[in-house]
């Protein structure tokens, strides 16, 4: 199953007058309640014309109308920084009520923890924005005579026991098929154990339509391999690290417990769980006796390994079940449009990019989170801004991301311009969130703001991105302009710096070799700069002179305190030089002397990678723009650690968060921090996409494309597709005999109708072409 189309055009509209009241099980149920209400459609006034759902939760909640699910969304309604923004999910019910237009109708909500009541962060605490979960829910019929008919979630709804003893997203979930309630939400009220619904205070101002993608299942995968570890655990192997559950059927004895656990790694051939920290990550299923199908749907994990005790025949029984496709993953994420693609005849740089790509798809599960698996699973902000370029090539992610920099927005409101350092930001309900000091603006993490908008407006050419944001961006950059020093540098207050620099300690990601002032300086300044190329765009002319003139001052800043004649920048390690030269941060003969420093300290260290979450995304653009292809290109090819490819080499199927979060020798890290798909450094992937295939945006939203590949690192060919907002924009390029002996470039492009593409070839003069399909040669080119 592959994804599919986000809302269709014909979604309902949204709600103007909200007549629903938030309601909860009087008797909380476990934390997973079922609520009913059962409604007759209003007679004489002919037949229904349009019926509308609209539904949300704090919690999550699977709606469900006489007995059948109403939408294939799980996780619903997702997170989002509730206190200001609750999204609300519309379905199309018209054709459910004309079936059956006379009879009873029942609308049954099955509730779980989700983010809202359950664990979020490292320190052990849930309900941070709910005690219990609770719905609300409105469903508007129009009948063909015009009157309209609202069912609402009230005080006279009934809430009732579900099979599920427990859930959480970090934990699990806990099913008891001897508890099935089976059809509880048709018409004829079951009775036992069934009371009343409480109205919980909420104030309907805060819902809001949910212009994102829902989250949907989106794949199946098979287990590849079934065994028994040392200790006697059952193991499957999925062949991928994968976010999503295992979906069971099982039959056995009634009372027997099956119980999974989940792990990304194998370590000394038992499940890795130390990495997972307090995420308990097991579910737990009671067999009834009959024919049990479990989907723990209020939970997810992060796992390529899943072991299993108590199932029914042992090894051979599972065996059995796998082979009978009764044992599968389900892959979970915000149901997105793929766009990008790449390929290449250097079998492990593409495997690293399916881990770029698998990576995102594990991580933008509603929001865009640091990972998926371990007791923090948060938006990170600084993580995005590293990876927000090359997530905009691989899928469509504008509404996505839209609707997360909402959140952004009202944190920050809330927060008089200083960005979190997640959002939603659960982390200022605790004095010093989990350790860390009191929240300021930091460099990366708070610049998302700035950077996300522009890297969406960058991908989709869509205006609107940076108006609705604009206010945001701006105020953004005032607040750091608030903390600079008197010497106009941002060398003062907390920063998580180039955070993971590999040479940190495991205990210390924050000792990096880049000096934090110089990475945050910079950053200042690309914030600063970007917004008054923003502000110029909206015809806003007085912020765009304001902002461009403080962007000159941090320049002259960074220039006169932090670069030396010699070109060298404080500090004198690759990070600086990568965000000093991309940022546009020197000129002329300086920069020149920044980039050959640069390539100096790369080669230096044997081409291994030496910057963390700041400078990994620009040192290979740092390289290029100042000569030093090759050097790029053996950075991105390097196998030893640390480097790209050498999580590839030790088998790993999604990005590290750390460049060992395996150690060579096949241990796990000793850092208590070791996720194994974190996206950040990921980050790469869109140099990959602009100099390897070669497709750069000239114009935003690729209304004029810049097509200039540099082949290189030995590589023989190499191609990019991309889904632009015009249509495909498409590369391909190969290294091949030439007829006078040498080698020869031979380069197919294909241009969207209504576009252009300047096409950059080594050796060829720049060529301006039309929407089509073109063949280009270029000869004697050594990149090869
Ligand atoms: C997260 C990172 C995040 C960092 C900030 C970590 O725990 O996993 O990805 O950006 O904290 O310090």
């Known amino acids: 199953m592959t994804a599919t189309s986000t809302t269709p055009s014909s979604a309902p509209a949204p709600v103007t007058d909200w007549r629903a009241r938030m309601v909860a099980a009087a008797d909380d149920h476990a934390g997973a309640p079922l609520l009913r209400g059962a409604f007759r459609l209003d007679g004489g006034h002919g037949e229904v014309r349009r019926a509308a759902l609209h539904v949300t939760a704090l919690g999550v909640v699977e709606p469900v109308l006489d007995g059948v699910p109403v939408a294939d969304e799980v996780l619903t309604p997702g997170w989002s920084s509730y206190e200001w923004r609750l999204r609300y999910r519309s379905h199309d019910v018209t054709e459910r009520l004309r079936q059956d237009a006379r009879g009873e109708h029942v609308l049954g909500l099955a509730l779980g923890r989700g983010w809202a009541v359950g664990r979020l962060g490292w320190t052990g605490r849930s309900g941070f924005y709910a005690d219990r979960p609770a719905a609300l829910a409105q469903l508007e019929v129009e009948f063909a005579d015009g009157h309209r008919q609202v069912v609402a979630t009230d005080a006279t709804w009934t809430a009732g026991p579900s099979a599920v003893l427990a859930n959480d997203l970090y934990d699990g979930q806990t099913v008891d098929a001897r508890r099935d309630p089976g059809d509880w939400a048709v018409p004829g009220a079951p009775a036992d154990g069934w009371g009343p619904v409480e109205e919980v205070p909420f104030d309907t101002a805060r819902l809001t339509p949910h212009a994102g993608p829902p989250v949907r299942r989106q794949e199946v995968v098979r287990p590849q391999r079934v065994w028994t570890s040392p200790a006697g655990e059952l193991l499957l192997d999925l062949g991928q690290n994968l976010v999503g559950w295992l979906r069971l059927r099982v039959r056995g004895e009634a009372g027997q417990e099956v119980v999974v656990r989940h792990a990304e790694v194998l370590e000394h051939d038992e499940l890795g769980v130390r990495p997972l920290r307090s995420a308990a990550a097991t579910d737990r299923f009671v067999l009834s006796g009959g024919d ?60 690293f990019h399916r881990n770029v790509v698998w990576g995102l798809r594990g991580n933008f599960l509603d929001v865009p989170t640091d990972c998926p698996q371990r007791d923090e699973r948060l938006g990170w902000t600084g993580d995005l801004s590293a990876f927000a370029p090359t997530a905009a090539y691989l899928y469509d992610v504008s509404g996505f991301l ?119 300086t910079a950053c200042a300044f690309r914030s600063a700069h970007l917004v008054a190329q923003a502000a110029a765009l909206l015809g806003r002319d007085g912020d765009a002179q304001r902002y461009g003139a403080l962007a000159e001052r941090l320049r002259t800043a960074f220039g006169e305190h932090y670069v030396g004649e010699d070109g060298t920048v404080t500090s004198d390690c690759p990070t600086v030089y990568a965000l000093a030269v991309v940022f546009g941060l020197l000129e002329g003969e300086v920069r020149r002397r920044a980039g050959d420093r640069l390539a100096e300290l790369v080669t230096g260290a044997g081409h291994r990678i030496a910057t963390g979450f700041a400078g990994t995304p620009f040192v290979t653009d740092a390289l290029t723009l100042t000569g030093h292809l090759d050097d790029a290109y053996r950075l991105l090819l390097q196998t030893e650690c640390p480097s790209w490819l050498y999580p590839v080499t030790m088998g790993a199927t999604t990005v590290w968060e750390r460049w060992d979060s395996m150690l060579p020798d096949g241990s796990v890290n000793p850092g208590e921090m070791t996720s194994f798909n974190h996206y950040a450094l990921g980050a790469v992937a869109d140099w990959v996409h602009r100099t390897v295939a070669g497709l750069a945006p000239l114009e935003p939203g690729y209304r004029r494309s810049l097509v200039a590949p540099r082949p290189g690192g030995g590589l023989t060919w190499a191609r990019g597709a991309l889904q632009t907002p015009h249509g495909r924009l498409a590369v391909a390029w190969e290294l091949t005999d030439g007829p006078d002996g040498g080698r020869e470039l031979v380069v197919d492009v294909e241009v969207p109708a209504g576009t252009s593409a300047l096409v950059r070839l080594p050796g060829r003069d720049d060529e301006e072409l039309g929407a089509g399909v073109h063949r280009l040669t270029a000869p004697g080119v050594a990149g090869g």
Not at 313 to 331: H, N, T, Y
Not at 402 to 419: C, I, K, N, P, T
Request: charged share 25%; with cysteine.
């Open 292 to 351: 049990d199908g479990f989907e723990p749907t209020f939970t997810f994990h992060g796992f390529r390994y899943a072991g299993l005790t108590g199932w029914p025949g042992g090894e051979e029984g599972l065996r059995r079940a796998v082979d009978a496709g009764d044992v599968e993953a389900v892959v979970v994420h915000s149901d997105l449009r793929r766009t990008g693609e790449f390929g290449c005849s250097h079998e492990l740089l593409e495997q």
């Open 402 to 520: 839209r609707d997360w920099l909402a959140d952004l927005r009202a944190e920050q409101r809330a927060a008089d311009g200083m960005v979190a350092f997640v959002v939603p930001d659960v982390l200022k309900f605790q004095d010093r969130p989990g350790g860390l000091p009191a929240q300021e603006s930091t460099a990366l993490w708070s610049d998302a703001a700035v950077w996300v908008p522009w890297a969406l407006w960058q991908a989709y050419g869509d205006r609107e991105v940076l108006a609705e944001s604009f206010t945001s961006m701006a105020a953004h950059v005032d607040r750091v302009e608030s903390l600079l020093s008197p010497t106009g540098l941002w060398d003062t207050g907390f920063q998580f710096g180039d955070w993971l620099d590999p040479q940190a300690p495991p205990e210390d990601p924050f000792r990096a070799r880049a000096d934090p002032g110089v990475v945050a």
